[in-house]
């Protein structure tokens, strides 16, 4: 089969690889469609582990199955992380600080012909698609779940002034789900077709990030690494707000710490999702409430990976990419 092997951002080769044997409670899937997320373009982070399969983000077509929860034909939904269910991270609800959500993953990755899901992941992450929820709109699944648990951690609350720096997937999830739960929601950023995007699904106001922010937020959701955005947000923080470092910088940032403990704020960080958020994000776009549809904007082939890759890193009017299966 085909993979596309990570070397670096601008080095991902397609190659060939033995098709992955399963085993019992396993599933293999036909891969259709697989997003490149945010944190596949953030070399400082993917470089560490090269060379390697990337891809989390993937709805598919079981083509092997020796789970009795799932059959041939099913078209599934497969989450990459799954925790335990045993440990005191996830006895105490915090599945994602769980070793087994960190470690696992799929055989190869997301990025290739076929991919084999563990037993574990089929058991506690795997899902048949609805027949109103498209493939493409299912991969927008996990991006969903990480808002999700993201304002569940942060506690954003009807009548909070929300801000969301960064007006990409991320930063349209997050505003659709903050008017979900009743808030005002502000958006920033510097490229003025994102801030078209952002008013278009549902955000109250969209100011230039360039420009001085007149605005004191009970939450603010970092959508942007860019640390220049992290710096000016400490001035747009109402007391007693919380920021969540929903997107993170390649570098440190600096915290003000007279501020910070006057005006008692909060910061927080969320990684992943736990298998609530998914089945949150799931009903969420199934249902409607969130449309994801209008933020997939390219498409490119598995054979073609790099050059969407390299349109995924650039912007411009370009939101979510898939990469697609046969």
């Known amino acids: 089969m085909k993979v596309a092997v990570y070397y670096s951002a601008s080095d ?8 992955p044997r399963i085993g019992d409670g396993e599933i293999l899937v036909k891969m259709k469609a697989c997003g490149i997320c945010g944190s596949d373009l953030m070399e400082w982070y ?14 598919g077509v079981v083509a092997e199955s020796k ?11 497969a989450s990459h992380h799954v925790p335990c269910n045993n440990c005191k991270y996830c006895n105490e609800g915090d599945h994602t600080a769980c070793e087994t959500l960190h470690r696992g993953n799929f055989d190869p990755g997301g990025f290739s012909e076929y991919v084999r899901v563990p037993k574990i992941n089929v058991d506690f992450g795997t899902y048949v698609l609805p027949e109103n929820v498209s493939i493409e709109e299912g991969t927008m699944i996990e991006p969903l779940a990480c808002c999700v ?7 954003v609350k009807p009548g909070h002034v929300v801000l969301i720096p960064g007006a990409g997937v ?3 999830m997050n505003i659709q789900l903050a008017k979900l739960r009743g808030a005002y929601v502000v958006s920033t950023d510097v490229n003025a077709y994102r801030l078209e995007k952002a008013k278009e699904f549902g955000a109250d106001e969209v100011l230039n990030a360039e420009e001085e922010l007149d605005v004191k937020a009970d939450r603010i959701i970092m959508c942007t690494g860019a640390k220049s955005a992290f ?4 001035g747009c923080l109402d007391r007693k707000g919380r920021i969540l470092t929903f997107a993170i910088p390649n570098e440190d940032i600096v915290v003000p710490s007279e501020n910070f403990w006057r005006n008692e704020y909060a910061m927080a960080s969320s990684y992943g999702a736990a298998p609530s958020d998914l089945e949150e994000s799931l009903r ?3 249902s409607g409430k969130v449309k994801v549809k209008g933020m997939i904007t390219d498409r ?4 073609k990976i790099l050059e969407g890759w390299k349109l995924a890193g650039k912007g411009g009017k370009t939101l979510k990419v898939l990469i697609t299966g046969e």
């Open 67 to 77: 789970s009795s929860r799932f059959k041939e034909g099913d078209v599934v939904f």
């Open 284 to 286: 969420l776009i199934s």
């Open 12 to 19: 991902i080769r397609v190659e060939e690889r033995p098709k």
């Open 149 to 155: 648990r993201g304002q569940r951690v942060i506690g």
């Open 170 to 172: 991320s930063g349209l």
């Open 300 to 303: 490119f082939p598995l054979e």
């Open 46 to 59: 993917r470089i560490k582990k090269a060379p390697r399969v990337l891809g989390h983000e993937m709805v």
């Open 231 to 234: 710096e000016k947000m400490w």
